[in-house]
């Protein structure tokens, strides 16, 4: 006879393939890097290379793709790549999706605020008098509580409603930057010039400064500012154990969504750089970079729309604020998943993994990120501890790509190799799919410590970030040493939760 040391969550099996596509396609990430895209294109946008590295980017993350679909595939449970990961080692797996949840905390605080500052910006690109009024520190912190708040108590009221709220505001937030994209494309280039006037013959002037690095290390350095997109293809297994006809689904969440999400991510960048013209955006990068642009981001997508004024461009501008909202509404869910998984293997409190018998919602775990998020957020933007958390915030992709996701494909390689998959797939293949997407992280992650005043917007050397960076894996280590002695003292060994896959 087994016994089950983790009980079942109470979580429902209710998201179905289609659903799970466009929540995946919604936090993914790809609706705002056109932003972060666009905005190296100063350094490293010559000539094709701008274009040749939209495909690179994606083509050399198809490994990664795959390991995750694989994962998905035959760990459907609640935080299936934690399962899978602590698994293989119990402290070293815990240690890198407790960074990881950490991580998604920061990235959720700052996505909300930045839902905020978009709507500010758009109206400032519009000379809309309320703008000033939105973008007031005081007002913007209200804003973001009020957003955060009221995305998370849905969420806490119905589990439900939380994930079908997640798959509305993703198909609207997918429709309008796709429709962005064609609109751009069909309009006259001479319309464009006209619209945005002076702006436009700036920055076209300020491109003539730059000297932009082309060759295959211009092509990476052009390729490495969409590292955090490609890598966050494991949304599906976050909420593994709430999906249905998991093998469909499995195909659909992972690999429909990096097709899709690819192709888009593609037309909507080469939209806007055929558009508006590349040495716009070169200049426009360059203002950015050396903050000489007038009050607003002309290498923002939906700044660029305002400037536009014709009426579509305009609900276009303000539709850009659902391409960060999007994000938000996946990760809120996605955090209290973790929450509930580390409770549920006794590694947090027992409290955390209170899941309602009749909103089948793990409330506290909700609530600890929201009072989480929204402290997170008073510091960002009213405390003078701001500068401090934005470093924190910027360093927290440097985080998660070395500290969870490099970390753990090193655990996978080394258990891997020495025979120990717990996957369904040979060992050979997974062996070759770890150290191909080993080495593609391990080549961003030398561009980001190296430059990463370009790709971080902070600066120190390579030692220095990645010791700042591993502090949340660290302490990791220690709540799972702490979590192991107390389980102990309770006769309730840790280790023995770890050598079990839970049910659901």
């Known amino acids: 006879m087994r016994i089950f040391v983790r009980e079942s969550t109470g979580l429902v099996r209710e998201v179905g393939p289609f659903r799970l596509l466009l929540m995946s396609m919604g936090y993914n990430g790809f609706l705002i890097i056109p932003f972060v895209y666009l905005a190296g294109l100063y350094l490293y946008g010559a000539g094709s290379i701008v274009y040749a590295a939209l495909f690179i980017s994606w083509l050399v993350f198809i490994p990664g793709a795959l390991i995750w679909y694989y994962i998905t595939r035959q760990y459907p449970r609640t935080a299936g790549d ?9 402290p070293i797996g815990f240690a890198a999706w407790f960074n990881f949840t950490i991580g998604e905390m920061l990235y959720d605080a700052v996505l909300v605020y930045f839902a905020i500052a978009q709507l500010g910006t758009v109206m400032q690109a519009l000379n809309n008098p ?7 520190p ?4 209200i804003l973001a509580v009020v957003l955060i708040t009221v995305l998370i ?53 300020e491109a003539g400064r730059v000297s932009v690095t082309g060759g295959l290390y211009g092509l990476f350095g052009m390729v490495a500012f969409t590292t955090a997109v490609w890598a966050y ?16 689904t499995a195909i659909l969440g992972v690999l429909g969504m990096f097709v899709l999400g690819g192709l888009f991510f593609a037309i909507f960048v080469i939209a806007f750089l055929r558009g508006f013209g590349l040495r716009f955006f070169i200049g426009a990068s360059y203002m950015n970079a050396n903050g000489i642009d007038n009050g607003y981001m002309l290498v923002n997508p939906g700044a660029d729309l305002a400037l536009i004024h014709t009426p579509i461009a305009i609900a276009l501008a303000y539709s850009s604020v659902l391409w960060y909202i999007a994000p938000v509404t996946g990760v809120i869910i996605q955090v209290s998943r973790y929450l509930l998984a580390f409770s549920m293997d006794r590694a947090l409190p027992r409290a955390i993994s209170y899941v309602s018998l009749r909103t089948h919602s793990p409330v506290a ?12 957020v008073y510091v960002l933007i009213l405390t003078p501890l701001s500068s401090t958390l934005l470093y924190a915030i910027d360093l927290d992709a440097l985080v998660l790509l070395v500290f969870t996701f490099i970390a753990s494909m090193l655990l996978a390689l080394v258990m891997h190799v020495r025979g120990v998959t717990k996957l369904e797939v040979s060992r050979k293949i997974l062996v070759t799919l770890d150290l191909i997407y080993l080495v593609v992280l391990l080549i961003f992650a030398y561009y980001w410590l190296t430059q990463p005043q370009y790709y971080l917007s902070i600066t120190g050397n390579p030692l220095q970030l990645l010791a700042e960076s591993s502090i949340i894996f660290v302490v990791g280590l220690v709540v799972f040493a702490i979590a192991s002695y107390i389980r102990s003292k309770e006769g309730i060994p840790l280790a023995l939760t770890y050598t079990e896959i839970p049910p659901e």
């Not at 934690?82 to 119990?90: C, D, T």
């Not at 609207?172 to 013959?201: D, K």
């Not at 293809?233 to 469909?248: A, C, K, M």
Request: charged fraction near 15%.
């Open 153 to 205: 108590l849905i969420n806490i009221v119905s589990a439900r409603a939380g994930l079908t709220m997640f798959a509305v505001v993703s198909l609207a937030a997918l429709a309008t930057f796709i429709a962005s994209a064609i609109y751009v494309l069909a309009l006259p280039h001479g319309i464009i010039e006209t619209s945005l006037g002076t702006e436009y013959l700036r920055a076209v002037n």
């Open 138 to 141: 005081r007002n913007e912190f």
């Open 233 to 248: 293809v494991n949304y599906p297994v976050t909420i593994g154990g709430e999906i249905r006809r998991d093998r469909l």
């Open 130 to 136: 309320l703008a000033s009024v939105v973008l007031n």
């Open 82 to 90: 934690y399962v899978y990961f602590s698994r293989l080692n119990p």
């Open 365 to 376: 775990a909700h609530l600890v990120d929201l009072v989480i998020t929204i402290v997170l």
